[in-house]
């Protein structure tokens, strides 16, 4: 909570952040009502929404933005006064090409429309305070940039909001009434917690706040630097998804010409030893704006593990794979 900057009694844990993304679309969003996304949304919002599109009547309105996807939050803005609207969704950071959007400003800009945040790829991997950030809700997993296990999603409420349970069941409290306990946090953790992930989240996070989260936040942005700089000079390479203006975390999307993502990313791990993920990264829609669909792209991503070796090793590979192909 302290590295979310959530008070605890407002931060809930769920079998992953598609669990929580599920239970506020669901629980917030009324028949025939209008949710805005952005251009780059995972399909753990998109599957969702398509769903209640057809069993709700909902209207789901993709924003249109700056290329690459940037939205400016008077865009937003404007777009929540035209007609009115129950809902903004927005991804923190994208997974396919990293970009940062100003949720904090686009929260305080379309006010008091809420402003649900996907900050899966985001927590951890930059500085958040998510109770002066006038964000309605703000969904993560724990095993991205939060470094824990797998299994396990955190959903930070605002003082006031409410959601209905998705799931109904034990909650270890009030075991004498058949009804779900209006208590938080019991009221949305139904069913036997997940002790072993959120112990290892813990020992997670004491490492990240004994190391410091701006200072691992730097030396993985200042490594996907490097690596653009660089692979922007490559011929026959294209990096994708970013302005020199726009704020990113550490992802480098590329893609080389006459090269199958996937079978590059094979030879990639076979040969250099370096995991790569190619495709479309279940995010079909953020493919469609960087115009990579359908083939996808190739993502590295730099965590706070990831060393300058690393770094040069990529480089390295991929332009001994473009002189290969030229002899």
Known sequence: AGLLGCAPERLFFGPGATYWLNALLNGWLPPGGRV??????????????????????????????????ALDPSTVRRATRARSTDLVVIAHASNVSGLVQPVEEIARAIAPVPLLVDGAQAAGARPFAFDDSAVAAYVTSAHKGLLGPPGL?????????????LLRGGTGSHSESEEMPEAWPDALEAGTPNAVGIAGLGAALEWIEGQGLETLSRRSSSLACEVRERLGEVP?????????VDE????????????????????????????????????????????????????????????????????????????????
């Open 236 to 244: 026959g390479l294209r990096l994708h998804g970013l302005r020199p």
């Open 153 to 165: 999603g955190l959903l930070l409420l605002t003082e006031g909001r409410r959601l209905s349970p």
């Open 248 to 327: 990113a975390v550490a992802i480098v999307a590329f893609t080389v010409e006459g090269e199958d993502s996937g079978e590059l990313a094979a030879w990639l791990d076979r040969n250099w030893g370096l995991a790569l993920r190619a495709g479309l990264h279940c995010a079909p829609a953020a493919h469609r704006c960087l115009g990579t669909f359908p083939a996808g792209t190739l993502r590295a991503s730099f965590g706070p593990l990831a060393t300058a070796a690393d770094a040069r090793r990529l480089v390295e590979a991929l332009v001994a794979r473009l002189e290969d192909r030229h002899r």
């Open 36 to 69: 805005l996304v952005s251009a780059l949304e995972h399909n753990a919002v998109m599957r969702p929404l398509r769903h209640l599109a057809r069993r709700l009547g909902l209207e789901v309105e993709v924003l249109a933005g700056e290329p690459g996807g």
